[in-house]
């Protein structure tokens, strides 16, 4: 048994958990019990961790004490969802408890362990019992348990470990949704991947290998296009998530093949992905999203590439853009120049467009299926030149990862309403006041979209059965303020049923927001839908642009 866990050991330790959980996070997606596509668990999970694996192979640390600070504070910044700020929290209580260690052994371990519970316990305003939060603090209970016995490291992970695995099979009889969906709590399952590959690391066990798709045979021979005469100048290669798993590629490939050559596409029932050499990869990007939603893509000139070569000078590729990157994204650290400035989370360039017509001074992108960090909020409240900055979170998995930058401002106050949907943070700028005090402004903002109520039409991600609706993927389905109000294969139809629910009655305003699937005539169908349904109301329509939801519809 390994008695004790030094600094080098504990850096290998997070690479490998992350590791791990890159490996899992699909099957951790997959407990996601609501079908609404979004930012799911293991993804989230697996990037937060990811940004402390990171940081750990940044440099060597001369104790525990200081790599697990630098974990918590890589993960407090790269928190995304729920799921990744409780997984920073957890390990903020680590860091805090080991912080003056050289090395630690299995007490040492058990305490820290136990510090991380109490600061995710205390962090979370409603802490629910069936989740991550259960699974981690029974696992520490018996860490402690362990260690009263047996002082070595190894054995006091392993008893947690044990200890987590009952305790997460037993969340489904804590929560009737895990229940009825017959699954295990995704959070919780996450954390223990992460444990397990901690304890992996320990032992000795190999890492495992985490390759990346984008580049898996296909790496292009520089030194073979030399001689070649390259008639497609782009090296393009991009992954796509599929809208629904029968999607028909045979149109796509047959455009491809008119605008390049050299084409592969391999696809499973969730995605598909692409190389193609062609001029004009742009066109190649646009026509694939008729078919789903882009996840990655690299594009590299193999006509550059080749007279870097043939000049002696290094070929450059998308190898090269971490450090492009790095230099754009380097933090922006604008002096207050009024009293209050706001930052908004959206995606969609109409959303946008209204955000910033209505004075807010940052936008961070962002939403379902595409949670920002603590970290890229943090960024845009930095770069917003006022005393006091509001967050707009507009979507309940990103409300945590905003509270996170509150203690991280030094020089500017941050005031995070939890708005939960974009209706609700357009309804509270509509009524900010810069002329107000702050307590004043954030009471008639909080009023303002407290009256909101907010429905939206989306796809079934998956196949479920929730709510009393048996679901099957690709599915319209319409959500009243966050819940599930009916599913239907017309969408119009699901529109009709919507408009005529007794929320819409008695409604004064309607204001309906187009996303970028939907074209200039369904969203007038829309419009007329409910002006019909509602006559008593005023229903504007607007173009949204935003992805994954067809309509966001904004009552008062």
């Given at each position: 048994?390994?008695?004790?866990?030094?600094?080098?050991?504990?850096?290998?330790?997070?690479?490998?958990?992350?590791?791990?959980i890159?490996?899992q996070?699909?099957?951790?997606?997959?407990?996601?019990?609501?079908p609404?596509?979004?930012?799911?668990?293991?993804?989230?999970m697996?990037?937060t961790?990811?940004a402390?694996?990171?940081e750990?192979k940044?440099?060597?640390?001369?104790?525990?004490?200081?790599?697990?600070?630098?974990?918590?504070?890589?993960?407090?910044?790269?928190?995304?969802?729920?799921?990744?700020?409780?997984?920073?929290?957890?390990?903020?209580?680590?860091?805090?408890?080991?912080?003056?260690k050289?090395?630690?052994?299995?007490?040492?371990?058990?305490?820290?362990m136990?510090?991380?519970v109490a600061?995710?316990?205390?962090?979370?305003?409603?802490?629910a019992?069936?989740?991550i939060?259960?699974v981690?603090?029974?696992?520490?209970?018996a860490?402690?348990?362990?260690?009263?016995?047996?002082s070595?490291?190894?054995?006091v992970?392993?008893?947690?470990?044990?200890?987590?695995?009952?305790a997460l099979?037993?969340?489904?009889?804590?929560?009737p949704?895990?229940?009825?969906a017959?699954?295990?709590?995704?959070?919780?399952?996450g954390?223990l991947?992460?444990?397990?590959?901690?304890?992996?690391?320990?032992?000795?066990?190999?890492?495992p290998?985490?390759?990346?798709?984008?580049d898996?045979g296909e790496?292009t021979?520089?030194?073979?296009l030399?001689?070649e005469?390259?008639?497609f100048?782009f090296?393009?290669?991009?992954?796509v998530r599929?809208?629904?798993?029968e999607?028909?590629?045979?149109p796509y490939r047959?455009y491809?093949?008119?605008?390049?050559?050299?084409?592969?596409?391999g696809?499973?029932?969730?995605?598909?992905?692409?190389?193609?050499?062609?001029?004009t990869p742009?066109?190649?990007?646009n026509?694939?999203?008729?078919?789903?939603?882009l996840?990655?893509?690299?594009?590299?000139?193999m006509v550059?590439q080749?007279?870097?070569?043939?000049?002696?000078?290094?070929?450059?590729s998308?190898?090269?853009?971490?450090?492009?990157?790095?230099?754009l994204?380097a933090p922006?650290?604008?002096?207050?120049?009024?009293?209050?400035g706001y930052?908004s989370?959206?995606?969609g360039?109409g959303?946008?467009?209204?955000?910033?017509?209505?004075?807010v001074?940052?936008l961070?992108?962002g939403?379902?299926t595409?949670?920002?960090s603590?970290e890229?909020?943090?960024?845009?409240i930095?770069a917003t030149?006022?005393?006091?900055?509001?967050?707009?979170?507009?979507n309940?998995n990103?409300?945590?990862?905003a509270?996170?930058?509150?203690?991280?401002?030094?020089d500017?106050?941050?005031?995070?309403?939890?708005?939960?949907?974009?209706?609700?943070g357009?309804a509270a700028?509509?009524?900010?006041?810069?002329?107000?005090?702050?307590a004043?402004?954030?009471?008639?903002?909080t009023?303002?979209?407290?009256?909101?109520?907010t429905?939206?039409?989306?796809?079934a991600?998956?196949?479920?059965?929730?709510?009393?609706?048996?679901?099957?993927q690709g599915?319209?389905?319409?959500?009243?303020?966050?819940?599930l109000f009916?599913?239907?294969?017309?969408?119009?139809?699901?529109?009709e049923?919507?408009?005529?629910?007794?929320?819409?009655k008695g409604?004064e305003f309607?204001?309906?927001?187009?996303?970028?699937?939907?074209?200039?005539?369904q969203?007038?169908?829309?419009?007329?839908?409910?002006?019909?349904?509602?006559?008593?109301?005023?229903?504007?329509l607007?173009p949204?642009?935003?992805?994954?939801y067809?309509?966001?519809i904004?009552?008062e």
């Amino acid at each position: 048994m390994i008695q004790t866990i030094d600094a080098a050991l504990f850096q290998r330790m997070i690479i490998h958990a992350a590791a791990a959980i890159n490996l899992q996070k699909q099957p951790i997606n997959d407990l996601n019990v609501f079908p609404v596509p979004d930012g799911d668990t293991g993804t989230n999970m697996s990037l937060t961790i990811s940004a402390a694996s990171a940081e750990m192979k940044k440099k060597n640390h001369p104790t525990v004490g200081s790599a697990a600070s630098a974990v918590a504070s890589a993960l407090l910044r790269g928190a995304r969802g729920n799921s990744g700020v409780i997984l920073s929290l957890l390990f903020r209580g680590i860091g805090k408890a080991v912080k003056e260690k050289e090395c630690i052994d299995g007490r040492d371990l058990a305490i820290a362990m136990d510090a991380g519970v109490a600061a995710a316990y205390k962090a979370v305003m409603k802490p629910a019992e069936g989740t991550i939060l259960t699974v981690s603090r029974l696992a520490a209970a018996a860490a402690a348990g362990k260690a009263r016995e047996d002082s070595s490291a190894e054995a006091v992970l392993e008893a947690a470990i044990a200890e987590g695995q009952v305790a997460l099979a037993d969340t489904i009889n804590m929560n009737p949704v895990l229940k009825k969906a017959g699954v295990v709590d995704a959070g919780g399952k996450g954390f223990l991947v992460i444990l397990q590959g901690m304890l992996d690391q320990m032992r000795g066990v190999p890492m495992p290998e985490v390759s990346d798709d984008t580049d898996e045979g296909e790496e292009t021979v520089f030194s073979a296009l030399a001689d070649e005469e390259i008639t497609f100048a782009f090296d393009t290669v991009f992954i796509v998530r599929k809208l629904r798993a029968e999607v028909d590629l045979e149109p796509y490939r047959k455009y491809l093949n008119s605008i390049g050559d050299s084409l592969v596409i391999g696809e499973d029932d969730e995605a598909f992905k692409v190389h193609v050499h062609t001029n004009t990869p742009g066109d190649a990007l646009n026509e694939a999203q008729k078919y789903g939603v882009l996840e990655l893509a690299k594009i590299e000139n193999m006509v550059t590439q080749r007279d870097d070569l043939a000049a002696g000078r290094k070929a450059q590729s998308t190898d090269d853009l971490e450090a492009v990157e790095a230099e754009l994204e380097a933090p922006v650290h604008a002096a207050p120049e009024k009293k209050f400035g706001y930052v908004s989370v959206c995606a969609g360039e109409g959303l946008e467009a209204v955000f910033r017509d209505l004075g807010v001074d940052a936008l961070v992108g962002g939403g379902q299926t595409m949670n920002p960090s603590t970290e890229d909020i943090l960024r845009a409240i930095d770069a917003t030149p006022a005393e006091i900055v509001y967050v707009l979170p507009n979507n309940k998995n990103i409300i945590m990862a905003a509270e996170q930058c509150v203690p991280l401002c030094e020089d500017k106050k941050v005031v995070v309403l939890p708005t939960k949907t974009v209706p609700q943070g357009i309804a509270a700028m509509l009524c900010a006041d810069p002329d107000a005090e702050e307590a004043d402004n954030t009471a008639t903002m909080t009023e303002a979209f407290g009256r909101v109520r907010t429905d939206e039409i989306t796809y079934a991600a998956r196949d479920s059965d929730f709510g009393g609706f048996a679901i099957k993927q690709g599915d319209y389905m319409a959500l009243a303020e966050h819940q599930l109000f009916g599913t239907d294969t017309d969408l119009n139809a699901l529109l009709e049923q919507l408009a005529k629910a007794e929320g819409e009655k008695g409604a004064e305003f309607v204001s309906i927001f187009y996303g970028e699937d939907v074209t200039q005539e369904q969203a007038q169908q829309a419009q007329e839908i409910f002006a019909a349904a509602c006559p008593d109301a005023e229903v504007s329509l607007l173009p949204g642009g935003q992805p994954v939801y067809y309509y966001m519809i904004s009552v008062e």
